[in-house]
């Protein structure tokens, strides 16, 4: 862009320098007054190329030194965008950044270029899990304070976070010298929980979770033998294909463990929960069968071996294989039934 610039005297003094966007100098950019060095010095303002002041200021010896204003000429309408204090070209005192139609977005202190004391702001609300744009009334914004010094945060204890113009809360939040510490909860609108997070004190996630907003889990996220787990449902609550494979893992050897306890109830109880996932996950429908088996029911147990003779639960092992190794295992750590001959009679696995 090509600057064009003219100087002119003005009272006290004081030379008024301007410039242009054009070189026929009929579009002003910007004019602002000057000391004898030439640096700005005293009032400044800045056009767009419509004639329109987007900037004002005040100069001194070339550095910024009083109030800043920026206004912004969105659709034609001018309006103020932000406002801040300098001092020797620092901002330094109070500084406010605005949206449409006035809206103050974010305002607080700055010392010495950094802020200072207590900051609020004003961040847009967007969800699109939310379908009913009546449920978001009241809840398009999210406004929150945040404590600085030295420029770093420094808020300690609880901090609530509200929705607004409602001011219904949306978070609840713990701090320990500005650093994010405890449990923080994140709500919607209707008040349900949206997330929670657990922090230790150097602001590492301890547990994780994310809601749907029909309150099913999205997200379970948390620390597991030194290894961060994540595990993922679809919004009928049913996993995901990797959470799924963990989940019936787990399961599984979760089952196996209440066998060998002895806690067949307990078994069934996680074999009902693991199977609503997979039905046919061969792992845990034998885990089921023998603890139905030592349950005393026989024939619901019977039913499930039958139905699988054959099959392979991997490469290396068989269904068949597989039924007759347990029992043997079982009867090495103490469980016995005459159940284990009358199965293996049955599946003319003897």
């Known amino acids: 862009m090509f600057v064009f610039v003219i100087l002119a005297c003005s009272a006290f003094g004081q030379t008024v320098k301007k410039e242009y966007y054009d070189f026929k100098k009929t579009k002003i950019m910007s004019e602002y007054q000057v000391n004898a060095a030439g640096e700005k010095n005293g009032w400044f303002k800045g056009y767009n190329e419509n004639g329109v ?20 000429t969105y659709a034609g309408k001018r309006e103020i965008a932000q406002s801040e204090t300098y001092l020797n070209g620092l901002l330094d005192g109070p500084a406010t950044y605005y949206g449409e139609n006035n809206l103050v977005l974010k305002s607080g202190n700055f010392k010495s270029d950094k802020k200072d004391g207590k900051w609020i702001m004003l961040d847009k609300y967007t969800n699109y899990n939310i ?4 449920e978001l009334k009241g809840c398009e914004w999210v406004k929150s304070e945040v404590t600085y010094s030295n420029g770093e945060p420094s808020m ?15 978070s609840t939040q713990e701090y320990t010298n500005g650093k994010k510490s405890g449990e923080h909860y994140w709500y919607f609108p209707n008040g349900k929980t949206e997330a929670y997070y657990k922090y230790d004190e150097n602001e590492k996630y301890l547990n994780k979770k994310t809601y749907y907003y029909n309150g099913q889990v999205w997200e379970d996220m948390y620390w597991e033998n030194g290894q961060f787990i994540t595990e993922g449902y679809y919004e009928d609550g049913t ?9 019936l893992s787990k399961c599984n050897s979760e089952m196996w463990k209440k066998i060998l306890e002895k806690d067949y109830a307990g078994a069934i109880a996680i074999g009902d929960k693991a199977l609503k996932v997979d039905p046919n996950y061969l792992w845990v429908l034998g885990n089921y069968a023998h603890a139905l088996l030592l349950s005393g029911k026989y024939d619901e147990a019977i039913k499930i071996y039958k139905a699988h003779m054959g099959e392979n639960l991997s490469d290396q092992l068989s269904w068949n294989n597989a039924i007759i190794g347990d029992f043997k295992e079982f009867q090495a750590k103490g469980i016995q039934s005459d159940s284990f001959d009358r199965v293996l009679t049955e599946l003319k696995l003897k």
């Open 239 to 247: 996993p995901d294909r990797m959470t799924k494979g963990r989940f």
């Open 156 to 170: 300690n204890g609880k901090v609530t976070v509200y929705y607004y113009p409602s001011m219904k809360v949306r």
């Open 131 to 134: 379908k009913n744009p009546a």
């Open 53 to 72: 002041v987007i900037e004002e200021a005040a100069f001194k010896n070339g550095q910024l030194n009083g109030v800043y204003k920026k206004y912004s």
